[in-house]
């Protein structure tokens, strides 16, 4: 191959290239500025940011979650403990009455049932305020109802009992014991719950107590714990299942095994 032959190959091949150069896009500076490694790191901090920052909120969100929750339950085992140890008070002071206690022992009795009477409703309010804010009700919910209808009577009516009772045992009436005995035997029922009797034994009284501290256990406890509100889909399920296990539970009567004793 001459010298003429080798120049018009490369010429051709230069023709080629030149023409193959021409056909292909030309790079937009916009992408070459993007590749830059200086910009790179710029997306990659504001892409670590972002993603950060709504991984931090979720699980701060979590925690607030979380720690209504605590405050929910911790104001649901107050109630429950504190009905039941005015429960438990109460029956103490009966217990003296019927077995004839010294005085000085029966006031003993008296005095620590007053100091439980007093925490109770000095803390209800705070207590029922408290799950009201966690379950997101603006207005009285079925809990609230169905406690003031089937269990705050019950309370009502062993106050009333034990009080008189007691007041009678710590005269200086010759009958006291007697008339005491008969005051505990036949307590003024509460009232205004359908298909209640006039009257029950404190002990009966008592059993209805512990009926409706497992109905609050059994509904408020249980919706708490599961996280449900008001704007749940579920709510209406949770404020019927509430009415029925205290209309169940809140009576002297209820059938089941008891929780504790």
């Known amino acids: ?132 804010h966690y379950l997101d009700s603006d207005q009285q919910n079925d809990f609230e109802i169905q406690m003031n209808l089937n269990f705050f009577p019950w309370m009502g009516a062993a106050d009333n009992c034990l009080t008189r009772a007691y007041d009678v045992v710590q005269s200086q009436a010759d009958d006291r014991s007697a008339l005491a005995q008969e005051i505990l035997a036949n307590c003024n029922g509460p009232g205004d719950i359908p298909d209640i009797k006039a009257s029950y034994s404190f002990s009966e009284i008592s059993r209805a107590l512990h009926g409706c501290e497992i109905a609050v256990v059994e509904t408020l406890a249980v919706t708490v714990r599961r996280g449900i509100q008001a704007s749940d889909a579920t709510w209406p399920q949770v404020q019927e299942k509430a009415v029925a296990m205290f209309q169940h539970y809140c009576r002297p009567d209820w059938e089941g095994q008891a929780i504790w004793p």
């Open 1 to 132: 191959m001459d010298e003429k032959q080798i120049a018009s190959l490369v010429d051709e091949e230069i023709a080629k290239r030149h023409l193959a150069g021409q056909l292909e896009p030309a790079e937009n500076p916009r992408w070459r500025f993007l590749r830059h490694p200086l910009m790179l790191t710029i997306v990659g901090f504001l892409l670590t940011v972002g993603i950060g920052g709504f991984y931090d909120s979720v699980l701060e969100n979590r925690k607030q979650a979380a720690a209504e929750r605590l405050v929910a339950m911790d104001a649901v085992h107050g109630l429950v403990q504190a009905a039941a140890e005015r429960r438990v008070r109460g029956s103490l002071v009966v217990s003296g009455i019927r077995r004839g206690l010294p005085s000085d022992r029966l006031h003993e009795r008296k005095s620590a049932y007053d100091v439980a009477y007093i925490d109770w409703n000095t803390n209800l309010i705070p207590r029922l305020s408290a799950l009201r």
